[in-house]
């Protein structure tokens, strides 16, 4: 072979010995100067696969050193049939993060969890930071608020998360920096990780307990001839005693009470009719004159009697007892007022100040902190009854106080629930006796339903408070999960509103609030009316979550006189079906956005059809009543 072949053989050999002693895995994350083992998974002719510390790599087979890309250089130490040692220099080593978790997954926005990762060595300087990327926009939150410092005593590390972010799709994001600031390394999650608004149950109907004891035979406790106040409660006392079923029976006469009269649970009260306050020693009806109105709890059927007062100074209002409250007994204690029926009953109250007459006691202003409401009323039925109270003498329109009923339930987990009510022959604004002219038919200022606290608070979705959401006052930190339960299931039937002073019927629920504020998320600023959301709901209506609406709100054959002096529209924001037939509102519309959201409106009657005369014409011993339905017809 000449000079030159063999020099050729040399190069080529020393290339060959080059190559055999060089490995190149990707990039992984390896320890300090002490040896690693890493098993040997499988063999080739040329290789050994290896894996260990969270990584999978080739070694050549024969090579004693071994070269990682973007990492350093590491040296072998030892083989054996089923393990290789490598150890490297210090000034090659660089610890690197792994997200642990969540490396994907569904999210519910506002409910805590932990971001976790993993060094490949333990770490002895610098520090971390964590942040989220929007898939998005690519936008980025920083999750940690101080530097998290390296602890060379540990691999693991975690941090807390809110989960207050926007709703939307992220990358998580783990850096590891020197002491100097700079990035020595860092880890991506695998996949995205979603958060969303909390899923809302469909609204089901609250269970009737069972009684725990089997009702005895329905007896009878008689109320003694102008008995007092202590005679009443006595009474009361008796019914509960003798058990479930029984009835507290009032003669007909006034009686006079001071307070508050309570109904118990299982407790049934009976009069011998309205008292007539046109006729002469009632026309044979009861009053019971409780000056501060009336408290009820479960299971009980109270009828034929006129109950409350409403003269100059008197705060007298109706409202189911409390959820957690006994005054009326463990069954309402433990699940609020439910499956209650009044027959013939008027309730007369109110105040000359603005107290409403039937209220379950507003938290409207109330911070979305504040105070739960529990004041229930499920399954409760109103036949043939009557409610007045008194308006501010000649009020001026839209300015007078007090509402003839205010229905509230607060909307927040554990808040008060309210559903499955029925108004039917109901006559709202009897001729009170206390003032006169329109004042004196004591319809108040308007009868709403709307939950509480009220978005238009100042620590709801608009900063400051107010009724719409643009992009200059939305509150971007909301938690929309605070919403538990909506209003739904109500019915009223062939029913008689005398004239309002301000809107005839105002009926609230959430939707619209919540509509214009995802629009804001969504980047419009006129509360996402072009995108489909907006006010009132555009095409995402269907995104919007049940708890947020009033469901199937029922008006059938019922004649709103309407509002004086200026004329007004039943107010429906927003509703969903939401079913009107064959009425009347005598000053404008239903406004129940037929034909959307599931809503519909037929039929309805002309002046010359509508109701002429006051429900109860008739007393109970079948004379007619003084009682003449309002002249201010349209």
Not at 282 to 291: F, M
Request: with cysteine.
């Amino acid at each position: 072979m000449s000079r030159k072949s063999r020099i050729a053989v040399t190069i080529l050999t020393a290339a060959l010995v080059a190559l055999s002693i060089y490995a190149v895995p990707s990039a992984i994350a390896k320890s300090s100067s002490h040896a690693l083992r890493f098993k040997v998974v499988k063999r080739t002719s040329h290789y050994d696969i290896v894996k260990g510390h969270s990584h999978r790599f080739a070694v050549k087979r024969g090579a004693h050193k071994v070269t990682v890309h973007g990492v350093g250089r590491y040296r072998l130490v030892r083989r054996s049939p089923r393990y290789v040692f490598l150890r490297t220099a210090k000034s090659d080593w660089t610890p690197r993060p792994t997200i642990t978790t969540p490396n994907s997954g569904d999210f519910v926005a506002g409910s805590p969890t932990k971001i976790t990762w993993r060094m490949s060595s333990a770490a002895s300087s610098g520090y971390f930071r964590v942040s989220l990327t929007s898939t998005l926009d690519g936008a980025s939150t920083g999750l940690t608020a101080t530097s998290i410092p390296a602890n060379r005593r540990t691999r693991n590390y975690s941090v807390p998360w809110d989960m207050a972010q926007p709703v939307g799709t992220y990358r998580l994001w783990v850096y590891y920096y020197s002491s100097s600031g700079a990035v020595l390394a860092s880890d991506v999650s695998d996949f995205s990780a979603s958060i969303s608004d909390a899923p809302t149950p469909t609204p089901t109907l609250t269970p009737i307990p069972t009684p725990t004891t089997v009702p005895p035979k329905q007896g009878e406790v008689i109320v003694p001839s102008h008995a007092t106040k202590a005679q009443i409660d006595a009474s009361v006392a008796s019914a509960v005693a003798v058990g479930p079923g029984t009835w507290v029976v009032f003669p007909a006469e006034t009686f006079a009470y001071s307070g508050t009269f309570t109904v118990p649970d299982n407790i049934n009260i009976r009069g011998q009719g309205i008292w007539d306050l046109g006729v002469a020693s009632g026309g044979g009806g009861t009053w019971l004159q409780a000056t501060s109105g009336m408290r009820w709890g479960s299971h009980s059927t109270i009828e034929r009697m006129l109950v409350g007062q409403n003269t100059p100074g008197l705060t007298c209002q109706f409202r189911p007892v409390a959820r957690g409250t006994s005054s009326a007994g463990a069954d309402t204690q433990a699940n609020g007022s439910h499956n209650v029926t009044f027959n013939f009953v008027r309730f007369k109250g109110g105040s000359d100040t603005g107290a409403p007459l039937l209220d379950l006691s507003s938290n409207y202003s109330g911070t979305w902190t504040g105070t739960l409401k529990k004041i229930d009323m499920v399954n409760t039925t109103w036949n043939d009854s009557e409610f007045e109270r008194p308006q501010s003498t000649n009020a001026v329109n839209g300015t007078s106080l007090g509402a003839i009923m205010n229905i509230w339930w607060d909307v927040r987990p554990g808040g008060a629930q309210v559903h499955d009510l029925t108004f039917r022959r109901t006559h709202f604004g009897v001729k009170n006796g206390y003032h006169s002219g329109l004042d004196g038919y004591g319809s108040g200022r308007t009868i709403l339903f709307q939950g509480a606290p009220s978005s238009s608070d100042s620590s709801g979705p608009a900063i400051g408070g107010g009724s719409v959401i643009t992009s200059t006052n939305w509150n971007p930190q909301f938690n929309w999960g605070q919403f538990d339960h909506g209003l739904y299931n109500v019915v009223i039937e062939d029913s008689l509103f005398e004239y309002a002073s301000w809107y005839p019927m105002d009926i609230c629920d959430y939707a619209r609030p919540y509509s214009m504020w995802r629009g804001v998320q969504a980047g419009a600023s006129d509360g996402g009316a072009s995108i489909g959301w907006g006010n009132p709901p555009g095409s995402h209506w269907v995104d919007i979550p049940t708890a947020m609406w009033t469901d199937n709100f029922s008006i059938t054959r019922s004649y709103f006189k309407g509002s004086y002096p200026d004329p007004h529209s039943i107010v429906y924001e927003v509703g969903r079906n939401a079913e009107v037939v064959d009425s009347y509102s005598g000053t404008g519309g239903f406004g129940n956005h037929s034909g959307r959201y599931g809503s519909t409106l037929s039929g309805t009657f002309s002046n010359s059809k509508r109701p002429a005369t006051d429900i109860f014409n008739v007393d109970w011993n079948g004379a007619s009543t003084s009682y003449t339905p309002s002249p201010f017809d349209p």
